[in-house]
């Protein structure tokens, strides 16, 4: 999208097709950021996408964190996380990197009732390896704030890389 007169010239069912995973597999967020439109700005979509997603219940927050991919195992990704795990080299782990990862991710699911949420963007699976560990020692309610943060992360740098395309 090279404009966001372009963007504010889009139909609902393109806006959510182009937008419909910003938050994982949460089409249902764009489509209500569709409702906004027309957007002033690129900083004013964002904004919007940030509003509603703040705004949602603890429900739908949880909805959100489970719709989220495991980290470092092989399993059917999106578009988007596939390419942020590969970044990452997530997909190059060793068997040992595997085999913690699978632990790790089983753990944190047990402790805390969804999955492990990083943006891992600039990260190696060394360093979300590292940062899995320590998170694990949260208490529940601090680590669901911090998953909730990091989904935003993921958002934005998902709409920076649509918006430049």
Not at 29 to 39: C, G, M, N, R, T
Not at 152 to 159: E, N
């Amino acid at each position: 999208m090279d404009s966001i007169n372009n963007i504010n010239k889009l139909t609902k069912n393109d806006f959510i097709s182009i937008f419909g995973n910003v938050f994982e597999k949460s089409n249902w967020i764009a489509e209500k950021v569709y409702l906004s439109i027309p957007f002033n700005s690129f900083a004013d979509l964002e904004s919007r996408f940030i509003e509603i997603f703040e705004s949602e219940t603890k429900e739908n927050h949880l909805k959100i964190l489970h719709s989220h991919p495991d980290l470092g195992i092989k399993q059917k990704l999106t578009s988007d996380s596939e390419k942020e795990q590969s970044n990452s080299e997530l997909d190059k782990c060793s068997k040992e990197q595997f085999e913690k990862f699978k632990l790790l991710n089983k753990d944190y699911k047990e402790s805390f009732g969804f999955p492990f949420i990083v943006c891992i963007s600039g990260m190696n699976r060394l360093e979300i390896l590292d940062l899995f560990e320590k998170r694990l020692n949260n208490n529940k309610n601090s680590e669901f704030e911090e998953a909730k943060i990091q989904v935003k992360k993921i958002a934005l740098l998902r709409l920076e890389k649509i918006y430049k395309e």
